[in-house]
C-alpha cells in the first residue's frame, strides 16, 4: 500500500506485527523511512484484502528479515493515531501483535529496515522505539 493512501485513510488501516525472540533477546528494526523513521520496532506490515493475520504476519517478517518463524499466539492489538496540527486524522493503524520464536539464521536489511538488533527483552537497551513498545514486548515475553 502506497504511503499516500496511508495518510488521511477514510477507515483505520490493519496490520500485523510480530514479537520476535530468541535467547531472551526480541528483534528489533530501525525504520528506515515515516512513520516513525529512526525509531526501533517490531517487524510487521499490512494485511492484505483476503489474508489472514497469521500468514500477514509470517509474509511480513520474511519480507523484512527473511526469517522464518513460529508463532505461539496473539498478543494484543495496539492502536496507532496521528493527528494533524489541525486535529485530523493524519494516521490509524490497528495492528495485530503476535509473539513468535525465531527459527534459524540472522535477519537481512529490506528497503523498509535500516538496521537490525536483538535487544534485551525488558529493558529495549534504552534504544529510541515507538510508542508503547517496552509494554507490547513485556506482554509479548508473558505469552511464551
Given amino acids: 500500500m502506497a504511503d499516500n493512501l496511508r495518510s488521511y485513510p477514510s ?11 530468541r535467547n ?5 528494526g530501525e525504520r528506515a523511512r515515516s512513520p516513525g523513521g529512526g525509531l526501533f520496532s517490531l517487524p510487521g506490515g499490512v494485511v492484505e484484502a483476503g489474508e489472514l493475520l497469521e500468514d500477514a504476519a509470517r509474509r511480513e517478517v520474511r519480507e523484512e528479515t ?4 513460529n508463532i ?12 494533524d496540527k489541525g486535529g485530523a486524522v493524519h494516521r490509524h493503524f ?3 501483535v503476535f509473539a513468535a520464536q ?3 539464521g540472522e535477519p537481512r536489511l529490506s528497503e523498509e529496515t535500516r538496521s537490525f538488533c536483538w ?8 534504544l ?9 514486548v513485556a506482554a509479548a515475553r508473558r505469552l511464551l
Fill in 11 to 21: 477507515r483505520p488501516i490493519l496490520a500485523a506485527s510480530v514479537a520476535i525472540f
Fill in 24 to 28: 531472551g533477546k526480541v528483534l528489533l
Fill in 66 to 69: 527473511g526469517l522464518e518463524i
Fill in 72 to 83: 505461539a499466539g496473539f498478543v494484543r492489538h495496539n492502536e496507532v493515531i496521528h493527528l
Fill in 94 to 96: 490497528v495492528i495485530a
Fill in 102 to 104: 525465531a527459527g534459524e
Fill in 119 to 126: 535487544a534485551d527483552a525488558q529493558t529495549l537497551e534504552g
Fill in 128 to 136: 529510541p522505539v515507538t510508542e508503547g513498545l517496552g509494554d507490547i
